[in-house]
Each structure stands twice: as structure tokens, then as C-alpha cells.
């Protein structure tokens, strides 16, 4: 199974600031990777597949880079609506799998 | 509207079954693959099973291969997750999970959610 992580785990910033996370595969999976947002109660959102192909809907704020086994999720200017945590995925081979999270907050 | 509503889920001894559905809506059901996706209490996302969009394939992540079995209807524009021999380990909600690959690029990211049922495992 390919192993998702992701640092930090959790980051304290406010609104305004540039946010950075970042993932990385145990192996290669060139750009098949997605990043989601999810707020306490609620179902995930996905954010970017393909590594830094933007959903539609989603502000451009968001941004995503990286193929292989390094990505980066970046937020240009953190709003209050963006509080949440954030997963990695990989989608390049069964079993998909998750990263565990990085909780940005105040 | 792209809508995904699940349900059957409850509270359930160890050892016994439970079948989850999803109603699906909004988009052509039998063109995409659907995935079933759970969240332990205050854990992370884990991915479950895949069905191919006419049913034909399913996948499994390891911990629940030969106890769940993901099906669909397409007529109904419903999928299901039938889960037998549960396991107190199984505990979480359990969201039905449109596939994006429809979009080029999307393919096994999921694009569209349900808002998910809660399993408890317990005696």
C-alpha cells in the first residue's frame, strides 16, 4: 500500500496569511493526487485532483503543485471560511489512501 | 442538484450485518464509478470500495475484504454496502463517494460526497 503523509499536522496562523502543506507518497505517483478540505460535522470537499487541477467552485486561493512523491497544498491568503483540516490522496493505485490530516486554526 | 443521500445505518452487535444505500440524483448514475468512503470517531478518511460504474468490478481495502460486499442498481440510481461479520474496529460514518472520473484527470478523486451514516459496532 502506497503511505500517505503529511506535515505539519497542524498549523496556528490568521486570516490573511500564506498557508502551506505538504504531502508526500511512500512511492511514485506522478500527479495522481487530490486534496480536501473538511469542517467538524461535515463531508469532505475535494479542493485539486491531479495534483494542481482546481475543482470547479473552488476559489483560486487554492492552489496545488508537486508529481511523483512531493506535493504542496497552498492557500494564498487564508480566509475564515478555510479553517478546517486538509487530507492528501493518492489516487494512482488500490487501496486509495489518505494522508492524516493537517488542522489549520487560529 | 449532484446529490448523494445515504442510509441504514445504526447501531450493530459484533458478529452481525448491515447494509448501507446511497440514493443518488442529479447526475447519470450509471456512467460513474462509486465509492464507499468511512471516518472513525476524530480519525482520518479511509477509503473502503470501489464499484465500477456497471457493476461489474469491485475492490476492497483489505480490512474488510470477504466481510463487505459494494453492489448497485442501476435502475435505482442506488448503491449499497452490505457489511457482515462487523467488527467494533468498523465503527464510523460511512460516506457514499461519487468517482470524478468523468473529468479528465479526476479519475479515483472524489468530486461529489454524501453526508454520510453513522455505524456503531457494540454490544
Known amino acids: 500500500d502506497i503511505l500517505m503523509t503529511q506535515s505539519p499536522s497542524s498549523v496556528s496562523a490568521s486570516v490573511g496569511d500564506r498557508v502551506t502543506i505538504t504531502c508526500r507518497a511512500s512511492q511514485g505517483i506522478s500527479s495522481w493526487l487530490a486534496w480536501y478540505q473538511q469542517k467538524p460535522g461535515k463531508a469532505p470537499k475535494l479542493l485539486i485532483y491531479?495534483?494542481?487541477s482546481l475543482q470547479g467552485g473552488v476559489p483560486s486561493r487554492f492552489s496545488g503543485s508537486g508529481s511523483g512523491t512531493d506535493f504542496t497544498l497552498t492557500i494564498s491568503s487564508l480566509q475564515p471560511e478555510d479553517f478546517a483540516t486538509y487530507y492528501c490522496?493518492?489516487?494512482?493505485?488500490?487501496?486509495?489512501?489518505f494522508g492524516p490530516g493537517t488542522k489549520v486554526d487560529v | 442538484q449532484v446529490q448523494l443521500v445515504e442510509s441504514g445505518g445504526g447501531v450493530v452487535q459484533p458478529g452481525r450485518s448491515l447494509r448501507l444505500s446511497c440514493a443518488a440524483s442529479?447526475?447519470?448514475?450509471?456512467?460513474?464509478?462509486m465509492h464507499w468512503v468511512r471516518q472513525a470517531p476524530g480519525k482520518g478518511l479511509e477509503w473502503v470500495a470501489l464499484i465500477s460504474y456497471d457493476g461489474s468490478n469491485g475492490y476492497y481495502v483489505d480490512s474488510v475484504k470477504g466481510r463487505f460486499t459494494v453492489s448497485r442498481d442501476n435502475s435505482k440510481n442506488t448503491l449499497y454496502l452490505q457489511m457482515n461479520r462487523l467488527r467494533a474496529e468498523d465503527t464510523a460514518v460511512y460516506y457514499c463517494?461519487?468517482?470524478?472520473?468523468?473529468?479528465?484527470?479526476?479519475?479515483?478523486?472524489?468530486?461529489?460526497w454524501g453526508q454520510g451514516t453513522l455505524v456503531t459496532v457494540s454490544s
Open positions: 463517494v461519487k468517482d470524478g472520473g468523468s473529468v479528465v484527470g479526476a479519475a479515483h478523486a472524489f468530486d461529489v
Open positions: 490522496q493518492q489516487a494512482n493505485s488500490f487501496p486509495f489512501t
Open positions: 491531479a495534483a494542481s
Open positions: 442529479g447526475f447519470t448514475f450509471s456512467s460513474n464509478h
